[in-house]
């Protein structure tokens, strides 16, 4: 059975206990408070025991130092159950060890930046994005960072999303919750945490965005003041609901001439889409066709930034004079702070190419599938669109080139 001692000449209270291999040790509990020492005594001789027996697993270990901590907080507070953490788990570390085993824990910080590494499914611009949230929140917390992830607690996500509110739309905020929900899931998955402490933070309500479509004296505007590229990119959004960074990435290899078609794998949803040519654009991509394969369509644009995409788009649009220019004096804010919405933008040819293609009585679920949009009402995996009726259905789109 295990018991604390004093030594001579030594403030805090030591931890006498059987190891796993028989031996009576002496382990310092790091403390001169006699009610927590014996809690960690008991925590170190549980460990010693499930180690003899063979029953020491890390998900084990983990949850033993995460109670007896808990335990410690309740009664002397957080900083005790700290300190107390930063004895048990070398402890309990050494019996996986001696066990033939190997003991996992993570930090904060550690936890996150595995998480976001591991993310080889996720496109490049949906990993930069959650990079960026995650260096926001290791930044809000600080020095805190560096704590076990067990010490992680729903008031501070709670204060980090109140911090965020501060500076970014709604919109913004509730992702940034969203990406420290999934990131912290995956943790519990990996029994590195017993609950999802960002599990009940609720999301902010967001106001309908009053996005719009561009209306047909705008859009005759924007192609009679846009250069070459960014006319070609007009064209290809209107005509086939492809997001900017899509249009920008595409080359040669994706247009099918013969065909008619375009085939891309969408940079968000990463899903792989045929799609028929209207006649305007077909007629327009006919026109510039280069030899290279793998040639851009629009070689000035290619891999750019969504933001710096946004920025030249805007830039068109001044120029056609239905928005007006941006000032250029700093106005405090950064990357990370609120920004004024416009109505319009390179998006709102998304909004174009599905409000013609239902105002030419196109079904919902035909204009769903060209423009890759997903509903629970409906599925690819139930419902097939032939080629026939996505070409019929933008041959009824208008010819915004005339």
């Excluded at 109505?343 to 919902?364: M, P, Q, W």
């Excluded at 599938?369 to 669109?385: L, M, Q, W």
Aim: hydrophobic residues 35%.
């Amino acid at each position: 059975m295990s018991s604390i001692h004093k030594q001579p000449g030594r403030p805090n209270w030591f931890c006498a206990f059987y190891d796993p291999e028989g031996f009576r040790r002496f382990r310092t509990t790091g403390t001169s408070n006699r009610k927590v020492a014996e809690t960690i005594c008991v925590g170190v001789e549980r460990a010693a025991m499930l180690t003899r027996q063979g029953k020491l697993s890390n998900e084990k270990a983990l949850r033993l130092v995460r109670e007896t901590c808990d335990a410690i907080a309740e009664t002397h507070g957080k900083l005790a159950a700290d300190r107390a953490e930063g004895v048990l788990k070398p402890a309990v570390e050494e019996f996986i060890r001696v066990a033939g085993g190997e003991f996992t824990s993570y930090t904060v910080k550690t936890w996150l930046e595995s998480w976001i590494a591991g993310r080889t499914d996720a496109s490049k611009a949906t990993v930069i994005e959650y990079q960026r949230i995650i260096d926001l929140f290791l930044k809000f917390l600080g020095a805190r960072s560096a704590r076990g992830l067990t010490t992680l607690q729903p008031r501070q996500i709670e204060d980090f999303k109140t911090q965020l509110t501060r500076r970014v739309s709604p919109s913004t905020v509730n992702k940034g919750v969203k990406v420290l929900k999934a990131a912290l899931n995956a943790a519990v998955k990996s029994r590195q945490l017993e609950f999802n402490p960002a599990e009940h933070i609720e999301n902010i309500e967001v106001e309908e965005a009053r996005r719009r479509p561009f209306t047909g004296k705008e859009l005759t505007a924007l192609l009679t003041h846009a250069g070459e590229e960014w006319r070609t990119m007009i064209l290809i959004a209107f005509y086939t609901g492809l997001r900017l960074r899509d249009c920008a990435n595409l080359t040669w290899r994706n247009v099918e001439l013969d065909t008619n078609t375009l085939n891309v794998l969408t940079e968000k949803t990463k899903r792989q889409q045929v799609l028929p040519l209207a006649e305007p654009l077909a007629r327009h991509l006919s026109g510039m066709a280069g030899d290279d394969p793998d040639g851009a369509l629009c070689p000035t644009l290619r891999g750019k930034p969504a933001a710096r995409l946004s920025a030249q788009f805007y830039k068109v649009m001044v120029k056609a004079g239905i928005v007006k220019k941006r000032g250029n004096k700093s106005a405090g804010k950064g990357r990370d702070s609120k920004r004024d919405r416009n109505e319009i933008s390179f998006h709102s040819l998304r909004y174009n190419c599905t409000s013609a293609l239902k105002s030419s009585g196109v079904s919902d679920s035909v204009a769903m599938d060209i423009v890759g949009h997903e509903t629970a009402s409906v599925s690819r995996s139930y419902t097939k669109i032939d080629d026939t009726a996505k070409r019929t259905a933008v041959n009824k789109l208008p010819d915004i080139t005339k």
